[in-house]
């Protein structure tokens, strides 16, 4: 039996993807104050009917620009925890030289994520979507001590948080012996 594809379906999908990466990019370069229907249609390329068809308001443009961060995000610290367990030591390394990536060249996502992030300090109906990485990361990750897991997230948090309003970001070898701090078992 040959399973049927709707090909408008996959194309809406693409559309609506697209849209969300738009959204993040303007948010990178204008904050999230930037984002309107148009800015985003500009950025993507596409007419801004398009964007209010997949998204009728900038708040369900927002929570799902937000949700898909909130998942990449997840997946990739569950790596970096993966890694850091996997390799002792030089997992701390491979974290430090992570989070130094996401302060440096990665800064503006970094940013951007952050911003959409706090903005759910703001906005409630944000929130659910700000705390599902946190929720995705709990249920991906096992771990033996519930706090020393919460203290690891909060300290990777700290760490970009930090290093996002410095001048400078900050190296990996200057983030290592925090990392190991954070690593070391409890």
């Known amino acids: ?51 209010t068809y997949h998204f009728s308001s900038l708040d369900d443009l927002l929570i799902a620009t937000l949700i898909s961060c909130a998942r990449d995000m997840a997946t990739e610290v569950y790596w970096m925890i993966d890694r850091a367990r996997s390799r002792g030591s030089r997992g701390a390394e491979e974290v430090a030289g992570l989070l130094a990536e996401a302060l440096g060249p990665s800064r503006g996502r970094t940013m951007a994520e952050y911003e959409l992030y706090l903005l759910a300090a703001r906005k409630p109906e944000l929130r ?12 991906m990750v096992r771990h033996d001590d519930e706090v020393a897991f919460r203290v690891f997230l909060a300290g990777i948090d700290g760490l970009l948080i930090q290093g996002l309003i410095d001048d400078e970001p900050p190296s990996a070898e200057e983030l290592r012996p925090v990392v190991d701090y954070l690593l070391k078992p409890r």
Do not use: F, N, Y
Not at 128 to 139: C, I
């Open 128 to 139: 659910p979507a700000a705390r599902r990485w946190l929720d995705v990361l709990t249920s």
């Open 1 to 51: 039996m040959k399973i049927q594809v709707d090909g408008r379906k996959a194309r809406g999908e693409k559309r609506r993807e697209e849209i969300i990466a738009a959204a993040l990019r303007v948010i990178e370069r204008d904050g999230v104050a930037g984002v309107t229907h148009r800015t985003v249609a500009a950025e993507a390329g596409v007419p801004t009917a398009s964007t």
